[in-house]
């Protein structure tokens, strides 16, 4: 064990060092990140300092702009259209948002109960908060960013946390952060090439799609598995696809105690790509992760949570330093939603101890389809804004804005609701048949 742990450790140093050596280097020139230092309303032009420049560049804005449009001082991202003649504007995105006290609260919260589904379902709840900070105008590279490196101190709380319950399996976390790490690179190459090429609508459109296609999916497959569950029509056990991988003896086979598997290393390799690829691209790993660790490893539900907190630590650390060297995290919101988060990673951690598996499935499962509707009411408007569709009619718009906002509260507020009763209702039958117990043992 302490032979695969260091060998792990090492591969994870070096990982970072060749990332961090060859990343960087000039953004594409049709994607500029800067500030916008005067405005010219006679020739609608504007002066544009690049990052680490001096002298201001002259760009203009295309037919559907007005100066209006322009925010002095405030760092951007200029998209240029580069069909529209040299140096024309095609979209601009403030990159880090104004906080007033409002939206710093509203951070807080977002950041509790994502903390509260982290520590109870093990997904690192960013499927709740990506989309929340982009609701709040966070664009959908800076949240994905941002978010991705909140999650591994929180991680790192919530993985000490359930291993002092005996829940973490140490050796399938490192191993899966392994493939993890490699699909993290993958995934913010391919954040990286979109954002360059369709600028911030085709991110927003990018991250929302992939959040509903990937929220259904997973989502249907927990339900249908918690529903059979909480009926009784089927039982806590290892699923059929599990079972027929643990049976390919394709060398190197691997032990992992804790879990009560015995499967080739093999196995590991897709589900830990697609944990680390989702991650870096959606800032969201573990829904993938517990799933697959679930249905493809072979982990109980309690075993799969705890554990890919181990691997979001792992993968949360790297990606960060990643996210940070292009400029994209947004350090007051990565600082406020980790202080919300740290208080609920413990509260769902404790909660796991007085709860069923299909609790944990049934909490998992309603919080990702209401999540889906959330990002799916967005996509037509993302859509009309990289131009693959008409222009939406203002009022539609407004209340596809409406839907999205108001399922999000509804997932934030289910998932609190839903984590607290259980965990309130677990432990009060704990102590039920604590007492039961004790007055068994006195009259006995």
């Not at 950041?111 to 982009?134: K, N, R």
């Not at 993890?180 to 799609?209: C, D, F, H, P, R």
């Not at 990673?345 to 309603?366: E, F, N």
């Not at 677990?426 to 048949?433: D, K, T």
Request: proline share 3%; aromatic share 8%; with cysteine.
């Amino acid at each position: 064990m302490k032979r695969t742990v260091i060998l792990i450790s090492t591969f994870i140093l070096i990982m970072s060092m060749v990332a961090s050596a060859f990343a960087g280097g000039p953004p594409p020139k049709d994607l500029l990140k800067g500030y916008f230092t005067e405005t010219n309303e006679a020739n609608r032009s504007v002066q544009f300092v690049k990052d680490n420049e001096l002298i201001a560049t002259t760009l203009f804005l295309n037919n559907e702009m007005s100066m209006q449009d322009i925010r002095l001082d405030k760092k951007v991202m200029v998209t240029l259209d580069k069909h529209a003649g040299e140096n024309v504007i095609g979209d601009i995105s403030i990159m880090f948002m104004d906080l007033p006290l409002k939206k710093i609260g509203a951070l807080l919260l977002i950041g509790l109960i994502g903390g509260l589904l982290s520590g109870f379902i093990g997904s690192g709840g960013a499927f709740v908060m990506t989309p929340a900070m982009m609701t709040l105008g966070a664009p959908g590279a800076i949240a994905v960013a941002s978010n991705m490196c909140h999650k591994f101190p929180k991680a790192m709380v919530g993985a000490y946390k359930r291993y002092k319950y005996g829940q973490v399996d140490i050796k399938l976390g490192l191993v899966m952060a392994v493939t993890a790490i490699i699909g993290v690179e993958i995934g913010i190459k391919m954040q990286k090439y979109i954002l360059n090429t369709w600028g911030n609508a085709g991110s927003n459109l990018y991250v929302s799609v992939v959040f509903v296609a990937v929220l259904v999916i997973v989502g249907l497959i927990v339900a249908r598995d918690a529903y059979k569950l909480s009926r009784g029509k089927a039982e806590a056990t290892t699923p059929k696809l599990a079972k027929a991988l643990m049976n390919l003896n394709i060398p190197p086979m691997m032990n992992f105690k804790v879990a009560k598997v015995r499967i080739s290393a093999w196995v590991t390799i897709p589900v830990g790509l697609a944990t680390g690829m989702l991650a870096a691209t959606i800032a969201v790993g573990g829904f993938i992760g517990v799933p697959g660790m679930i249905y493809v490893i072979g982990a109980s539900a309690m075993v799969a949570s705890a554990t890919e907190l181990v691997v979001a630590f792992i993968m949360g650390c790297y990606g960060s330093v990643q996210w940070a060297i292009s400029g994209l995290v947004d350090i007051r919101m990565t600082l406020l939603i980790l202080a919300g988060s740290l208080v609920g990673v413990q509260l769902g951690a404790l909660g796991t101890t007085y709860v069923k598996d299909h609790i944990i499935k049934i909490v998992m499962a309603s919080v990702m389809l209401i999540v889906a509707i959330s990002r799916g009411a967005k996509v037509p408007g993302y859509l009309s804004d990289v131009g693959a569709m008409k222009a939406l009619d203002p009022q539609f718009t407004a209340f596809l804005n409406s839907v999205s906002f108001w399922a999000l509260i509804t997932a934030l507020g289910s998932a609190g609701i839903l984590i607290s009763f259980y965990m309130v209702k677990g432990m009060m039958e704990a102590r039920r048949e604590e007492k039961q117990s004790v007055l068994e043992t006195t009259y006995v």
